[in-house]
Nanobody
Framework: QVQLVESGGGLVQAGGSLRLSCAASGGTFSNYVMGWFRQAPGKEREFVSIISTAGVRTAYADSVKGRFIISRDNVKNQVYVQMNSLKPEDSAVYYC????????????????WGQGTQVTVSS
């Protein structure tokens, strides 16, 4: 059983940056592929980024490619997403999640989820 806790959300102006963190406990963190998802009001939860167990492979949704950077620290049991050049349309609750297979981009492929952290980008 893996517990995930996100932090780092907040209110930022368009063009600004935020770094989200996700702390994992209760399992072997390095065994899990980690992903970030987001959900805006009235919309479905969507894939943002994914990172492999060793952090060698990463992938991004087209909407964030070139602006967001995912990383992980398997010693600290944390995964991060650095969000730059933020836009109002990036406003959402951001979730980290764990899965066993790199390439899983669907919500239903992820086993463990955090409670989410709110990101609001003002124009």
């Amino acid at each position: 059983q893996v517990q995930l806790v996100e932090s780092g959300g907040g209110l930022v102006q368009a063009g600004g940056s935020l770094r989200l963190s996700c702390a994992a406990s209760g399992g072997t963190f390095s065994n899990y592929v980690m992903g970030w998802f987001r959900q805006a009001p009235g919309k479905e939860r969507e894939f943002v980024s994914i990172i492999s167990t060793a952090g060698v492979r990463t992938a991004y949704a087209d909407s964030v490619k070139g602006r967001f950077i995912i990383s992980r620290d398997n010693v600290k049991n944390q995964v991060y997403v650095q969000m730059n050049s933020l836009k109002p349309e990036d406003s959402a609750v951001y979730y980290c999640a764990a899965t066993l297979t790199y390439g899983n981009l669907r919500v239903e492929d992820y086993v463990y989820w955090g409670q989410g952290t709110q990101v609001t980008v003002s124009s």
